[in-house]
C-alpha cells in the first residue's frame, strides 16, 4: 500500500498536469485546498458538501471538478487517504485497531475493519502482520504496481520464492 503522503503528493502531481484552461484559473488551486483540508481532518467524516462550501462551489460542481483532476471522486479519495494514514499507523505504532479506528474518526471498529480490508484486501491485523513479516524479511519481497490515474502507482507484496526470478522450471 502506497504511504497516504506519497498518494497525497501523487494527485498534486496530476493536478498540476491536468490544470487545463478550461477549468478556470483558480480551479485547481480549489481542489488543491480540498485536498490540504482532507489530510488535516482525517479524525472525523466529510461529505462533500462541507468541502464544496469550504472551497466556495456548489456540491455538484465541486464533484466534477475534483473527479476531472484527480480521476476519483471525493469520498473515495478521502477513505483511501483515511486507510492510508491507518495502515502508517497499524505498521508503526503499538495501537489497537480500535485505538487506530478511533484516532481516524470512526466509532465502530467493526466497520473501520470491512473498509479496511475492502481498501487493503487484508484485515487491519493481518496487514499489521504482513508489514511485521516485510520488516524481518525483506529480501523475500518483490513489488509490483497497479496504475491508477489518481493514485499513480499503487505498490502491492508477494512473497518471492524465486529468489533469481526465473521461471521456476529453469532454474536449477
Same mark, same amino acid.
Given at each position: ?18 490544470a487545463a ?14 485536498l490540504a ?14 468541502? @464544496?462550501? $469550504? ?6 460542481? &465541486?464533484?466534477?471538478? %475534483? *473527479?476531472?483532476?484527480? =480521476?476519483?471522486? #471525493? ?26 479506528? @478511533?484516532? $481516524? ?6 466497520? &473501520?475493519?470491512?473498509? %479496511? *480490508?475492502?481498501?487493503? =484486501?487484508?484485515? #487491519? ?48
Amino acid at each position: 500500500m502506497i504511504a497516504w503522503e506519497e498518494t497525497t503528493k501523487s494527485v498534486r502531481r496530476n493536478l498540476g498536469a491536468n490544470a487545463a484552461a478550461d477549468h478556470g484559473a483558480g480551479t485547481p488551486l480549489r481542489i488543491k485546498q480540498s485536498l490540504a483540508y482532507m489530510a488535516a481532518h482525517l479524525d472525523r467524516p466529510l461529505q462533500v458538501a462541507t468541502l @464544496a462550501a $469550504l472551497v466556495n462551489i456548489s456540491p455538484s460542481h &465541486f464533484f466534477a471538478l %475534483f *473527479k476531472r483532476l484527480t =480521476g476519483c471522486a #471525493p469520498m473515495d479519495y478521502f477513505t483511501r487517504l483515511r486507510m492510508g494514514r491507518a495502515g502508517d499507523l497499524l505498521a508503526t505504532t503499538s495501537m489497537s485497531v480500535k485505538e487506530v479506528a @478511533a484516532v $481516524l474518526g470512526y466509532d465502530d471498529q467493526f466497520y &473501520f475493519s470491512r473498509v %479496511f *480490508k475492502s481498501i487493503n =484486501g487484508v484485515s #487491519p491485523r493481518e496487514y499489521r502482520v504482513r508489514q511485521a513479516d516485510l520488516k524481518t524479511a525483506p529480501e523475500r519481497v518483490s513489488w509490483k504496481g497497479i496504475e491508477s490515474p489518481a493514485f499513480g502507482a499503487r505498490p502491492y507484496f508477494s512473497l518471492n520464492r524465486n529468489p533469481t526470478n526465473q521461471p521456476a522450471s529453469t532454474q536449477q
